[in-house]
């Protein structure tokens, strides 16, 4: 439930405990046994909380349907982000030239027979020399054949995993503005922001 909602609960609840105390106050020390006195006070209560408990009721509704567009919203953007991470994944297992990269740890000698990679290796490994690679894939016009038979130049690869993730990081500072679920931020962050710096860093 919004907070706004509770809020209106609570003043409606403080004004009609206010309004029937008033009531007493001014006009009995107890209950009356009489009929009319119970008429008399139904004709106040109803006069005086029927107009205020409506107005209460209009801002309540248009609370809850502000409400609702707001985590409609968040929906649409939540579909969106999805839709990027769906699109970066589905770079990460295409091959993408990679001739002789330097691994961390072992002999410069030690990849001479590697001539490609799966575009992941060098958006996530920190085992190999993924600066220059990654850069060279942005202008190259090689052609390499992926997993499903189909070929694909470099460049157009580093191009699609550079806008998808763009694109998911745009949503996902969108739905932080909308005030998404902030562990849904955190994991997204976490999960692609090695992946999109380094795409940003050979963009320049």
């Given at each position: 439930?919004?907070?706004r909602i509770k809020w209106l609960i609570y003043l409606a609840a403080i ?47 248009l609370e809850n349907l502000r409400f609702i567009k707001g985590q409609q ?103 932080e503005i909308v005030g998404g679920d902030s562990s849904i931020v955190s ?18």
């Open positions: 439930m919004p907070n004004t009609a405990v206010s309004i029937v105390l008033a009531y007493f106050y001014n006009f009995h020390t107890g209950f009356s046994k009489v009929q009319s006195d119970w008429g008399s006070f139904g004709s106040y209560v109803g006069g005086t909380l029927g107009a205020t408990f409506a107005f209460l009721a209009f801002l309540a509704g919203e968040k929906e649409e953007v939540l579909v969106s982000i999805k839709s990027y991470e769906a699109d970066l994944k589905d770079c990460y297992t295409m091959i993408v030239t990679c001739d002789q990269p330097w691994i961390w740890g072992h002999n410069f000698d030690a990849a001479n027979d590697i001539k490609d990679l799966p575009l992941r290796t060098l958006l996530t490994s920190d085992a190999i020399d993924w600066e220059a690679h990654l850069a060279e894939l942005r202008d190259s016009l090689a052609f390499r054949k992926q997993p499903n038979s189909e070929l694909f130049q470099d460049r157009d690869i580093w191009l699609m995993a550079y806008n998808a993730a763009k694109g998911l990081f745009k949503f996902i500072e969108l739905y994991y997204y962050r976490d999960a692609y922001e090695i992946p999109y710096n380094r795409l940003l860093d050979t963009s320049r």
